[in-house]
């Protein structure tokens, strides 16, 4: 079983920036992928970025590339989410989740992830 805590969410000013963190505990993670998601209201939940703990590949959805920074600390065993250049439609709440299957290659799709967070709310005002 793992457990994941978020946290840094909060409200920003268009053009802000955030820093998202997921502290990841009860299992070894160096065979896992760690995602975040995002759920607007009225939307459903869709992918922002991945990594994969061993390598450290990443993948991002193309509405945030460019903006936004996803990196581990090993050591600590967590996650992290920098977000810059935040737009109103960035506001969400913030899924952290691992996927226990060994990829490659980060996964995007949300029935993939084994292991969720309860969410961090990202509120951006225009």
């Known amino acids: 079983q793992v457990q994941l805590v978020e946290s840094g969410g909060g409200l920003v000013q268009t053009g802000g920036s955030l820093t998202l963190s997921c502290a990841a505990s009860?299992?070894?993670?160096?065979?896992?992928?760690m995602g975040w998601f995002r759920q607007a209201p009225g939307k459903e939940r869709e992918f922002v970025a991945a990594?994969?703990?061993?390598?450290?590949?990443?993948a991002y959805a193309e509405s945030v590339k460019g903006r936004f920074t996803i990196s581990r600390d090993n050591a600590k065993n967590t996650v992290y989410l920098q977000m810059n250049s935040l737009k109103p439609e960035d506001t969400a709440i913030y899924y952290c989740a691992a996927d226990a299957f060994f990829a490659v290659v980060p996964r995007r799709t949300l029935r993939e992830y084994d292991y969720w967070g309860q969410g961090t709310q990202v509120t951006v005002s225009s």
């Open positions: 009860g299992r070894t993670l160096s065979s896992y992928t």
């Open positions: 990594i994969t703990w061993r390598s450290g590949v990443k």
